[in-house]
DNA sequence: CAAACATGCAACCTTTTGGTTGCATGTTTT
DNA sequence: AAAACATGCAACCAAAAGGTTGCATGTTTG
């Protein structure tokens, strides 16, 4: 995983709308774009390009139905980026662990 | 915790040049400005608005010493990002369990 | 005290982002 | 076949992001 594709799964998450479009759709079935393009405050063009910027980040994928067009979330790139958090983390704690037992000697 | 400084949190994130000053400052001890601006590829100035980026998402602090200023990452702001996204998996999960349940039956 | 160092701040520029409107196109429904 | 529906695409716009350069300021060091 490069550091530049983790990037741009944060990137995809790092905006008030797009959280809540992938809140969404953790939620429940997968929604197609009209309905998810629902009670953003944004028009849905608007909305649709919110949408492509999540699948450029592969956090969302399409499928078209028919008319319709599902949106259903990449659970693959959510684990990505907990687990390059979570990798973080665990260096901060080694660290914290080796300056205690310093400052117990 | 708002939906809106989780994004701010994530947004902070999604940037390769940002992503590696997290990455630096996770692996050891808290470094200052002139050190962290080295060998990312942009200028003094250009990496301290960066750093700036990451003070105003909370995902850094600032601690000046003397004519230094020492940054150092704040591990609140990484379990925040990485709860959020435990979170939104929990459903997930959820969810495909109760489809699980039903095609069983 | 002078030089070197670490940093801050402002002005400026280009590209990206986040949004809009208008119109075209394919798909159901009646 | 006509109407209604779901979506796509392009042009456009303002604001924000990401970077630069130049200069000012406080702090060590020799």
Known sequence: MSQ??????FKALGDP???QIV????NGTALCMG?????LGISRQG??????ALVSAK????????REV??????VALQQGRDFIARLEAQWDKRLQALKQFTEQ
Chains 1, 2 share one sequence.
Request: aromatic letters at 0%; hydrophobic letters at 45%.
């Open 70 to 75: 599902k949106v259903q979330l990449d659970a």
């Open 35 to 39: 309905e998810l393009s629902k009670d």
């Open 23 to 26: 809140q969404r759709l953790s």
């Open 59 to 66: 956090v969302v994928q399409l499928h078209p139905v028919g």
């Open 17 to 19: 709308v797009r959280l």
């Open 4 to 9: 530049l594709a983790i990037a741009q799964i």
């Open 47 to 52: 909305a649709r390009k919110q949408i492509q």
